[in-house]
């Protein structure tokens, strides 16, 4: 087991706690009850994933909520109600520079949805590679409309980007609140773990996101496909396939594709590092 890193180290605070175990870095967003997010949290997120960024021991990072009833409930309402506009448009504006950040960093992103993914809670999972989420452990939805605002930390643009116009404008208008299951069957949640626990939600959940590691996958590997799926959807093809090539060139020079290529002319298990 690999050495184990804790933001308590950070001087900024313990709203986002941060360990790391066998490539694995493990975000949990720590304001109980509900784990609300405020300007405070969305800090030591970002802070959190730029740690996760830099660290070479890190090939996947997770994020998921404390305890067992949310995994994250979106923004702080009573805070909402006591700030100026001003702060309200650049508090959105810091959350979504720090959810650009999951999708920007070349390491794969699961969210583990341990429990209600609401709001701005669906829209930080939205931002993720991969959505894990346990059964019967709560709902999904962006309900905002019923505030009188929308999903402002990118929950109209990504949903679109998943589901399609007509479906994201329906999810959203309506305010519909749904399991897990028809998460799934939307192609929102990408695998269901039945768990009786919390804890063994996780145990399930890190085994999962460990595939993803060395020395079993070229992890590099995997964090630019991520690289090229994310950025490459967002631009031309021609500039897509542009993108793609430079990532293959890279990924061409590393020392996990003379391995892997060596290993299958061999007619051996590929041992990959990572670089």
Do not use: W
């Not at 999903?151 to 897990?180: C, H, M, N, W, Y």
């Not at 399930?204 to 590099?220: C, G, I, N």
């Amino acid at each position: 087991m690999s050495e184990v890193k804790t933001s308590q180290d950070s001087p900024i605070g313990n709203l986002v706690k941060y360990s790391v175990d066998e490539g694995v870095a493990l975000l949990t967003l720590n304001d109980p009850p509900a784990n609300t997010y405020s300007y405070e949290m969305m800090r030591e997120l970002d802070r959190s994933i730029l740690d996760a960024r830099m660290d070479e021991a890190v090939h996947v990072i997770v994020v998921t909520g404390y305890g067992d009833k949310f995994f994250y409930d979106g923004a702080n309402i009573k805070m909402l109600t006591e700030v100026t506009p001003t702060y309200k448009y650049y508090f959105c504006l810091h959350a979504n520079e720090t959810l650009l950040r999951f999708e920007q960093t070349p390491k794969l992103v699961i969210a583990a949805l341990n429990g209600h993914t609401v709001g701005g809670g669906l829209e930080v999972a939205l931002a993720a590679d991969l959505r894990i989420a346990r059964r019967g452990a709560g709902k999904m939805g962006l309900p905002e409309v019923t505030l009188g605002v929308l999903p402002g930390t990118g929950g109209t643009q990504r949903l679109v980007r998943a589901l399609g116009k007509s479906k994201a404008i329906e999810l959203i208008a309506t305010a519909e609140l749904f399991d897990f299951e028809k998460g799934r069957e939307l192609g929102l949640v990408n695998k269901i773990f039945d768990a009786d626990s919390n804890e063994a939600f996780m145990t399930h959940v890190m085994e999962y996101a460990r595939q993803f590691t060395t020395p079993e996958k070229a992890s590099r590997a995997v964090g630019l496909i991520k690289r090229s799926v994310q950025s490459g959807a967002e631009v031309s093809l021609e500039s897509g396939l542009a993108l793609e090539r430079e990532l293959q060139q890279q990924l061409f020079q590393s020392d996990d594709a003379r391995e892997g290529l060596d290993a299958y002319i061999n007619k051996r298990k590929p041992e990959f590092t990572g670089r």
